[in-house]
């Protein structure tokens, strides 16, 4: 790690420091607290060795100054600061029997169901997981379109099993969804005369669509995301056609016939960009995603921005990947401080506010409770398998994401015989076991999300890459500690403009502090 960042585990919790000063993250408490540098120093002997062994390994400080500090560390523990205290178990209920909460969430609670309609796709971007790039993947194809009497089991089932959640989505994967247009219409026609609240969600790489698509999307009021990477240089450059030409004026053109022609389709648009290697400026980026007449009324949070998959491919090292995203996070680390310094920090300013500002706002809003208040420890950011989200496959096989599918990993069920309730309990609580080693003592799992990928290598659980994207995630979260730390040690009030914007725990953080939540 960083040397700016030193990592307290008996407590645990994170020490780091600006140019002015050092703070501790204390998972305990969730706190932040700016200490002085003899605290970082002593405060994991502080009960652990006498004041003469402390004094005798800590030369460089006097006896008065070793008292003082130890008196202090005493006082925020009495306000329950620096406990050490270890998360005792993982699980997804502080049910008794999780296995009988499983199945009520999966018989009950499905929120998505996502239909994998065909792997075929009309482009071939350089970046795409199945563009032959990636080792072990699948690449594009016709062999897997799914017929209409599955896509029809997968809605009944999906439909039978959702009564109690509050919003339900049907959503198209591919490939390309827009290339089996007539199965998507066949498919929410069944599904509206089953039940008319049902909503419906597609994401297309933008260059399928058509008057009568559109006019058909915007009369089903269906959701739609459109994939552009940026300005023109940037997207053509890897969002090309077979032939190698880019994709640009297409998608152009069709946002904008859609802007003018069908407005109540236009309004529930969303972009999905990739972070990709580029010449481009920041402010032209920026400038684009802000001001752009294709975007002009497309609202930030309806921007997503994300960076390749890191699977094993040759895209990373040919564009030195790794290298630019640091590179890129680092300019907009500046870019956001600077911002928020000058108080210029507005809807326009795009790139921070899509790339920075939720982790942001995780920390800002992190619920003050002690960590021992919680009824029961959720497994990082997993999900139960099938419920947030349920894969369907065009031979009518249950994963829990489309990642899954890709690496024919997870099996959890079928149209035919439904969930295999056994084996999904059997891998949460393989997940939870293995989980369970790095968590127990880690200073960030109140920030953490890592799902089942994050542990997840050949068919099987490796504690070896659970490690590996546990180090990542803390670096990631330790540096953003940092930067909300030096904002405000510029200016107080930085943060006071996202107190009145809209900012939602993830459901499952809730759930930990109440059984009120379980919905």
């Known amino acids: 790690m960083d040397n ?10 994170l020490a780091f420091r600006t140019e002015k000063n050092w703070y501790i993250y204390d998972r305990f408490s969730n706190s932040i607290l700016k200490v002085k540098k003899i605290i970082v120093d002593l405060i994991e002997d502080i009960g652990v060795l006498s004041l003469k062994e402390i004094k005798e390994k800590h030369k460089i400080y006097n006896y008065e100054d070793i008292e003082k500090a130890a008196k202090e560390i005493e006082d925020m523990k009495q306000k329950n600061i620096f406990i050490k205290y270890e998360v005792p178990k993982l699980s997804i209920t502080n049910e008794n029997d999780p296995k009988g909460y499983l199945e009520k969430k999966l018989e009950s609670s499905l929120t998505q169901l996502i239909l994998n309609i065909t792997e075929d796709c009309n482009l071939r971007c350089e970046y795409c997981i199945y563009s032959g790039s990636y080792i072990d993947k699948r690449t594009h194809n016709n062999l897997n379109d799914m017929p209409l009497n599955i896509a029809k089991r997968a809605v009944d089932f999906f439909l039978s099993r959702s009564q109690e959640s509050l919003v339900r989505y049907i959503s198209f994967y591919g490939g390309e969804p827009l290339l089996k247009f007539s199965l998507i219409k066949a498919v929410i026609e069944y ?26 999307m915007a009369d089903k009021e269906i959701d739609i995301q459109i994939s552009l990477d940026g300005p023109q240089a940037i997207h053509d450059k890897y969002r090309t056609l077979p032939n190698g030409s880019g994709t640009f004026n297409m998608i152009k053109k069709n946002i904008l016939n859609m802007k003018e022609n069908f407005p109540r389709l236009y309004a529930k648009l969303s972009i999905n960009s990739v972070i990709v290697p580029h010449d481009c400026s920041l402010d032209d980026i920026n400038f684009f995603f802000s001001n752009s007449e294709l975007l002009e009324n497309i609202h930030f949070d309806k921007i997503m921005m994300k960076p390749i998959n890191p699977d094993k491919n040759k895209f990373y090292n040919k564009y030195s990947y790794r290298e630019f995203l640091s590179d890129l996070y680092n300019k907009l680390f500046d870019i956001y401080k600077k911002d928020l310094l000058r108080s210029t920090m507005s809807e326009k300013s795009i790139l921070p506010k899509v790339l920075l500002e939720r982790t942001i706002k995780r920390i800002l809003f992190r619920p003050r409770k002690p960590f021992s208040a919680y009824l029961f420890y959720w497994p990082n950011g997993i999900c139960i398998p099938g419920m947030r989200s349920l894969f369907v496959s065009s031979d009518g096989s249950f994963f829990p994401c489309e990642k899954f599918y890709d690496e024919n990993d997870l099996r ?22 293995l989980a369970l080693t790095e968590c127990k003592k880690c200073w960030a799992f109140r920030f953490c999300d890592d799902c089942f990928l994050s542990a997840r290598e ?14 990542a995630k803390k670096l990631t979260i330790a540096f953003f500690l940092l930067l909300f730390v030096e904002i405000l040690e510029e200016n107080p009030k930085a943060f006071d403009y996202l107190l009145t914007e809209p900012f939602e725990l993830p459901s499952y953080v809730k759930m930990m502090f109440s059984n009120e939540y379980d919905k």
Not at 191 to 201: E, H
Not at 417 to 431: A, T
Not at 460 to 465: A, K, P, V
């Open 458 to 471: 050949k068919q099987d659980f490796n504690i070896l890459r659970k490690r590996e994207f546990c180090n």
């Open 4 to 13: 700016r960042f030193i990592e307290l585990k008996s407590l645990p919790a």
């Open 412 to 433: 959890i069920g079928d149209i035919y015989r439904g969930f295999y309730y056994g084996e999904i309990l059997k891998l949460i609580e393989d997940y939870c076991a």
């Open 191 to 216: 599904a509206r005369r089953l039940d008319s609240n049902i909503r419906f969600s597609l994401s297309t790489n933008g260059t399928l669509l058509n008057e009568q698509i559109m006019e058909f």
